[in-house]
C-alpha cells in the first residue's frame, strides 16, 4: 500500500503542475510589472531580458488542467477504492480472528 500512496502523491503532483504555473506566472508578472495573457506574448522587460514571450507559454500550459483535473478526480476514485477495499478486508480478517478465538 505504500508504494500505491507514494504513487498517487506523484501522480497528484504533476495533474497539479498546470495550475502551479499559472501561479508562477502571475506572481512573476506582478513582480516584474508586466500584463500577461493568452492572446500572446506582450512586451515584459525585466532583469535586462525580454519575459513576455515565457510567461505567455506558462500561462497557456495552464490550459493543460482541463485535462489533468479529470484525469486526477478518476484516479482519486479508483485509489479511494482500492483504499477502502484494503481496509474492509483486514477489519473482515481481524473480525474472523476474534471470531476463532471465542470459539
Do not use: H, Y
Request: proline letters at 3%.
Amino acid at each position: 500500500m505504500r508504494g500505491l500512496r507514494r504513487l498517487m502523491a506523484i501522480v497528484s503532483g504533476v495533474a497539479m503542475l498546470p495550475f502551479l504555473a499559472i501561479l508562477a506566472t502571475v506572481g512573476l508578472a506582478a513582480l516584474f510589472g508586466c500584463d500577461v495573457n493568452e492572446g500572446g506574448p506582450q512586451a515584459c522587460m525585466a532583469l535586462g531580458t525580454d519575459w513576455g514571450g515565457f510567461l505567455s507559454s506558462l500561462l497557456t500550459f495552464g490550459w493543460l488542467g482541463l485535462v489533468t483535473i479529470p484525469f486526477l478526480m478518476g484516479i482519486f476514485v479508483i485509489w479511494l477504492s482500492i483504499e477502502a477495499f484494503v481496509w474492509w478486508r483486514k477489519r473482515r480478517k481481524a473480525r474472523r480472528l476474534i471470531e476463532d478465538e471465542a470459539a
